[in-house]
């Protein structure tokens, strides 16, 4: 009963949040486009697949010329960013963005950083409207945490057509949960330092099973 309970539930926020991705306007033009950071390849040398989706989202808004910049948040790889390349960045330049075109923080490390580093940037660029990107899931979290009418969201799409995509969904969505717990129930200095020591640790931890 406990897992039929579960299941219904995922399914009920998984409609919630295609309901909300379907209202989001599609024609709408704006200043920047704000690229959320995924993830990273298994020896943390390129993006990851949703990295990858998201980083080609924000392509086709720009190419379409829906939006002018693209702001690319996260990724920090809890190494100083002069031994590292902005690997967000390099994807976005070899798929033909123009440099001039990206702009970029070196610090965030999740949601919460990644929209105030964004908003830093935005600030500085004097941008009136913006379109946050990311995956389904998570583009829904971030306009919860956004309190603003100039800015839109924009997910990339996926249809999943087997087991493990179906229990990728289901795992991310109780991700989501956990996250949206910590949020209401932990203040966000506090978080914010729980899941960089979290994120610092597990990327040790690469390094020595990789022996990077």
């Known amino acids: 009963m406990v897992l039929l309970t579960d299941l ?3 399914y009920s926020y998984y409609r919630i949040v295609k309901h909300f991705i ?5 024609n709408i033009s704006a200043d920047a486009g704000i690229v959320f950071f995924g993830d990273y390849n298994d020896n943390q040398e390129k993006i990851g697949p949703d990295s990858e989706n998201r980083a080609m989202a924000a392509i086709n808004l720009y190419q379409k010329g829906k939006i002018k910049s693209i702001i690319c948040v996260g990724g920090y790889a809890f190494r100083r960013w002069k031994e590292n390349p902005h690997l967000m ?4 330049l070899e ?4 440099e001039k075109a990206i702009l970029h923080d070196t610090l965030s490390f999740n949601t919460m950083t990644n929209w105030q580093e964004a908003c830093k940037i935005i600030k500085q660029n004097k941008f009136k409207k913006v379109i946050a990107i990311s995956a389904p899931l998570h583009i829904y979290r971030i306009s919860k945490m956004i309190e603003s009418d100039e800015v839109y969201y924009y ?5 999943p057509d087997n087991f493990h995509e179906y229990w990728q969904i289901f795992k991310d969505i109780h991700h989501e949960w956990v996250s949206i717990f910590l949020s209401f129930t932990v203040k966000d200095r506090i978080r914010n330092r729980i899941v960089y020591i979290y994120r610092v640790i597990r990327f040790e931890l690469d390094n020595v099973l990789y022996n990077r």
């Open 155 to 159: 997910a990339y799409t996926y249809q």
């Open 8 to 10: 219904l539930i995922v």
């Open 89 to 92: 960045k390099n994807y976005l």
């Open 95 to 98: 798929h033909g963005v123009p």
């Open 22 to 26: 379907a209202e989001q306007p599609i």
